[in-house]
């Protein structure tokens, strides 16, 4: 099992930046891909992005194509999201999780660890 702990979030106005950061330990973490998922409250949580184990692959969801980056340093057991171009909306709390192996995934099922999430609220 991967713990994970995420930090970073907080209060955002819209159009801003803020980048968020998951700590990993136990198993190697370098051997599972990661991700970033996110939910606001009343709301399922959904898909926001995911690193394949190295690194080399990324995938993100279409809301925020081209505005967030995931990325990920293994030696230092730490994946991040910056995020970009932030657009206003009530809070929500993003979780960071280790896949069940190193190939990219999107789907909630197919991550076996998670953080215990960071709020983060965009104000307008």
């Known amino acids: 099992q991967v713990q994970l702990v995420e930090s970073g979030g907080g209060l955002v106005q819209a159009g801003g930046s803020l980048r968020l950061s998951c700590a990993a330990s136990g198993r190697t973490f370098s051997s599972y891909a990661g991700g970033w998922f996110r939910q606001a409250p009343g709301k399922e949580r959904e898909f926001v992005s995911a690193?394949?184990?190295?690194?080399?692959?990324?995938i993100y969801a279409d809301s925020v194509k081209d505005r967030f980056t995931i990325s990920r340093d293994n030696a230092k057991n730490t994946v991040y999201l910056q995020m970009t171009s932030v657009k206003p909306g009530g809070p929500a709390v993003y979780y960071c999780?280790?896949?069940?192996?190193?190939?990219?995934?999107?789907?909630?099922?197919?991550?076996?660890?998670w953080g215990q999430g960071t709020q983060v609220t965009v104000s307008s």
């Open positions: 999780a280790a896949a069940r192996s190193g190939v990219v995934r999107t789907k909630i099922a197919e991550f076996g660890s």
């Open positions: 690193i394949g184990r190295s690194g080399g692959v990324t």
